[in-house]
């Protein structure tokens, strides 16, 4: 790292109605380092990359300097042209355009020779292939984005902010919230490159443990506001988190004894049309039954298939002991089954809502019949969640698009804690949670498995599955590996289970 800096803050600050965002942040980023901000959820992080990447402007009285000369970006693309690029929290492609679309829509595409009007789609491809080729991803260019996992989706974001020739700064705003620890080496892996090029990088995580690898610099933010300043290789990760929460977090999986009953769920011999091959197991009346398993094993589409999200070959699935069809998510609701999908801006959440109508949408026959009971007992209802799950929003009246990554996640969870279901199915609950607000999470959890409900609990954390499981089945390759029982619940083991059916029998 060299000791020239590329960008420089001072006194930002950033007021939504409300709500005071920023307050007077200053720093400073050199060339060929990578400087991690960490911060609860709602600390401000993405508010701060924003306005760095032009797309919020700050409030008066601050200053940028880009490469010494003064900065203020007039939009995302005026950011772009002057070096300043950003991997956003939330996926940002096009949907039902093609991967080539989607790569080129920002730079442009390229035009037939003498034909202005006309794209040469040869040569887009040409261009495309060689973004996706950085990372070495494997993808059909014509495939429409929508196709792609979310992982895969965020990996095609990546490549498409470090193709940038012209870079200076790039943002990387929790760039592996939904991908896998192979993709994650990856990404280090060209992140190296990047900081060899002398680009600056600033990046954002709520994985404490990648942080230490990746960083040369933190920061902490709370509640807006600059903490103080770490350098990675030395912080005491403790220290960190007791910056950021502003209090000790001791225990990090809060579990009471589950006493587990009747059987609530079983599977028999499930099979999909996509990966899932014949998977029997049983999900028990108070205990949380972990999934585990490899990133790409099976475990969401088993879920998925599950709640009839997606099609079932073969197979059936029994609730307290008798066959339903749960041919749709419709379905699944009405036989009080709860989904927290790992995909939330697409399955999960209703944009352009408020707060509240996002957390009683699942049972709004539960607020009563009138138009005008609804709206306040459902402010009421979020308002309580707000409080257990420390949801940091101005009012259950402003619209979800303005909280922050984590607390829209933890609006959806209360929307399902609210659901009075009997079967609770969490995929990746946690994802882009921090550290203080988890424990709540499982608290949670914990209170409704000793309610008698049932749990389902995917997790690509192991700590986090091993904590707050009662058993654990892994998937291996589509197929059940094995169940282990808490007592037997080792890292050795689930990995081992996990890696069984990759295995040449
Ligand atoms: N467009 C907006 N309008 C109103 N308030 C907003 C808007 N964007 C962000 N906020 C508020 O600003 C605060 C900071 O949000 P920000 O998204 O920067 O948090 P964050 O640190 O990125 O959190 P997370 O870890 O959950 O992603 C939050 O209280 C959020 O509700
Ligand atoms: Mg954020």
Known sequence: MNQEKVLSVENISKTFPGVKALNDISLDLYKGEVLVLVGENGAGKSTFVKILSGIYTADEGGKMTLDGKAYTPKGIRDANSQGIYIIHQELNMIPDMTITENLLLAQGFPKKKGMKCFVDWKEADKQAQAIIDQMDLKYDLHARVETLSVANQQMLEISKAISQENAKVIIMDEPTASITSQEVDKLFGYIHKLKARGIGIIYISHRLEEIKRIGDRIIVLRDG?????????????????????????????????????????????????????????????????????????????????????????????????????????????????????????????????????????????????????????????????????????????????????????????????????????????????????????????????????????????????????????????????????????????????????????
């Open 225 to 505: 506001t600059y903490v103080g300043e770490k350098e990675a290789a030395t912080v005491d990760v403790d220290e960190m988190i007791r910056m950021m929460v502003g209090r000790n977090v001791t225990q990090y999986y809060p579990k009471s004894e589950h006493k587990a009953g009747e059987v609530a769920l079983e599977v028999e011999g499930l099979s999909l049309h996509k990966l899932v091959k014949n998977v029997s197991l049983q999900a028990r009346k108070g205990e949380v039954l972990g999934i585990g398993g490899l990133v790409g094993a099976g475990r969401t589409e088993l879920v998925r298939g599950i709640f009839g999200a997606d099609k079932i070959a073969s197979g059936r699935v029994l609730i307290d002991g008798r066959q339903v069809k749960l041919s749709s998510p419709k379905m699944s609701v009405k036989h009080k089954i709860a989904f927290l999908t790992e995909d939330r801006k697409i399955l999960g959440l209703l944009m352009g809502q408020s707060i509240w109508s996002n957390v009683v949408i699942s049972k709004l026959s539960k607020l009563g019949r009138f138009g005008f009971l609804t709206e306040g007992r459902g402010i009421r209802v979020s308002d309580d969640y707000k409080e257990q799950l420390k949801i940091r929003m101005p009012s259950s009246r402003s619209l979800i698009e303005n909280l922050s990554g984590g607390n829209q996640q933890k609006v959806i969870f209360a929307r399902w804690l609210f659901s009075d279901s009997d079967i609770f199915i969490f995929d990746e609950p946690t994802r882009g949670i921090d550290v203080g607000a988890k424990t709540e999470m499982y608290e949670l959890i914990d209170r409704l498995v000793l309610d008698g409900k049932t749990v389902i609990l995917i997790s690509s954390d192991m700590m986090e599955l091993m904590g707050i499981s009662d058993r654990i089945a892994v998937m291996s390759n589509g197929s059940l590996a094995g169940v282990l029982e808490r007592d037997d619940f080792t890292q050795e083991k689930i990995m081992e289970l996990a890696l069984e059916g990759y295995l040449e029998k």
